[in-house]
């Protein structure tokens, strides 16, 4: 894109914290002012705790003058996560609800192993979606697990926009991060640009997403809004991960080879468990095995690094939950019958 074609655009990044929105926001900025000299603002609305919270920063780049706050009509958003559009769909957190379904056309970049094509877009939206595995790419070149994904998603949304050029931006990470390091970003932007996929013309949901209020509307400047409830009640039970709770981020979930699982007493998975969220079930199956409560599990891995069997392993939750939606064989109901026939023994 040249500097005649250069228009104003609002890009949203929404992550969970450590994903490195905050770095790559600033990266584009830049690359935005030097390449296109457009007047540039960024945000950030940082998550309630200092990990697994949602953060979504605000890139705005005009040749006129930009007013603050968040952006209400995006041209581009960057899904770090591909669980967030769930947190979306479920209206879990109203900072991400509002990051992502306020974009009603333009180019949708996701994290995800899956094809464009099989992503289910939980509102209304037509444009471009596009998918990259970043968290492989990232965790293959820097060796970090969760990775730190922003550098390798902006590749993958240069490849999709053409915005800025994707050699003047690696030279911004080169400098904003010396070294080695710079070099691994480097690598991994560059393969996420050459393997994005790409589909152009997509319709989402018709689902109609409430929104926060927006500027438009007259609000009490010392007024308020309550903080999100993360974890809400729903007939019982917490509404958790598959229920969209934002403080659920994984990407990864154990599973059990119950032919393996032979801990007659003690289980150290089970002891080891940071949330009391794994355990052992001795009645109802045909071998014990060992079962995770999905909607509070954080994957961890802890419980499969201890197994003493190696009869856990971490399954891909993304593919996991396209291909078993009803964790049969990897779940039971936790807070129901723990005595009994299906429960703890």
């Known amino acids: ?16 914290s450590g994903q490195g929105s905050v770095q790559t926001v600033q990266l584009l900025a830049r690359a935005f002012f030097e390449q296109h000299g457009m007047r540039v603002r960024t945000q950030v609305a940082p998550g309630g705790r200092p990990k697994s919270s949602p953060v979504v920063s605000y890139l705005k780049a005009s040749a ?26 479920n209206r879990a957190h109203p900072t991400v609800t509002d990051a992502i379904a306020r974009q009603r056309s333009g180019n949708l970049i996701i994290n995800s192993r899956l ?41 993958a949304y240069i490849a999709v926009t053409e915005v800025v050029e994707l050699d003047r931006f690696l030279a911004l990470v080169k400098e904003r991060f010396p070294g080695r390091l710079g070099e691994q970003n480097v690598e991994a932007a560059r393969r996420a640009y050459e393997e994005v996929r790409i589909e152009r013309e997509v319709v989402g949901a018709s689902q109609e997403v409430p929104h926060p209020r927006g500027p438009e509307d007259r609000v009490d400047p010392l007024s308020r809004p309550p903080l999100p409830v993360l974890i809400s009640e729903d007939k ?65 891995g802890i419980c499969a690094e201890v197994c003493v069997y190696s009869a856990l392993s971490m399954a891909n939750e993304e593919e996991l939950m396209r291909t078993n939606p009803t964790y049969e064989g990897i779940t039971v109901e936790p807070f129901i019958n723990y005595s009994g026939e299906g429960g703890r023994s």
Request: glycine residues 12%; negative net charge.
């Open 236 to 300: 019982g039970r917490p509404r958790g991960y598959r229920g969209g709770a934002a403080n659920i981020w994984r990407t990864k979930i154990p599973v059990s080879d119950d032919q393996l699982c032979g801990c007659d007493n003690m289980c150290i998975s089970e002891v080891m468990c940071p949330d009391n969220t794994g355990f052992i079930v001795r009645k109802g199956l045909p071998h014990q095995g060992y079962r995770v409560d999905v909607d509070l599990c954080r994957g961890c």
């Open 115 to 155: 094809a464009p094509g099989e992503i289910e877009l939980p509102y209304k939206f037509s444009g471009a979606v596009a998918t990259v595995d970043a968290d492989s790419i990232t965790n293959e070149i820097l060796r970090r697990d969760p990775p730190p994904v922003g550098v390798t998603m902006a590749g």
């Open 64 to 89: 006129g003058p930009i007013a603050g706050g968040p952006n209400f009509h995006p041209d581009d958003v960057l899904l770090f996560w591909s669980g967030l559009l769930r947190v979306a769909a």
């Open 1 to 16: 894109m040249s500097n005649d074609d250069a228009k104003a655009r609002e890009i949203n990044l929404v992550c969970m």
